[in-house]
């Protein structure tokens, strides 16, 4: 079992940047890909960036490709989610998620997920 926390969201004006953290706990997740989706009010959850588990492969949505950054730090346990020149279209709750997946973009192929962070972009 594999427990997620995720951390730094938070309120930001546009052009503005935020880096979230994934913590996992419980298990290593070297074995794991990590993904960070997102859901807006009203909106399905939607993939935003993916990384493979020897990070060499990042994956992004072409709505944050250019201005996200994902990384991970296999010795910390812990995977990061750099965004840039955020937009007030970038507002929504940000969910990091593990699994051994083979399809990044796909959220049904991810085991586990953390509870959340709010990411508010202001216009």
């Known amino acids: 079992q594999v427990q997620l926390i995720e951390s730094g969201g938070g309120l930001v004006q546009a052009g503005g940047s935020l880096t979230l953290s994934c913590a996992a706990s419980?298990?290593?997740?070297?074995?794991?890909?990590m993904g960070w989706f997102r859901q807006a009010p009203g909106n399905q959850r939607e993939f935003v960036s993916a990384?493979?588990?020897?990070?060499?492969?990042?994956y992004y949505g072409d709505s944050v490709k250019g201005r996200f950054t994902i990384s991970r730090d296999n010795a910390k346990n812990t995977a990061y989610l750099q965004m840039n020149s955020l937009k007030p279209e970038d507002t929504a709750v940000y969910y990091c998620?593990?699994?051994?997946?083979?399809?990044?973009?796909?959220?049904?192929?991810?085991?586990?997920w953390g509870q959340g962070t709010q990411v508010t972009v202001s216009s």
């Open positions: 419980g298990r290593t997740f070297r074995p794991y890909a």
């Open positions: 998620a593990a699994g051994r997946v083979t399809n990044y973009r796909r959220l049904n192929e991810y085991d586990y």
């Open positions: 990384i493979s588990k020897y990070g060499d492969l990042p």
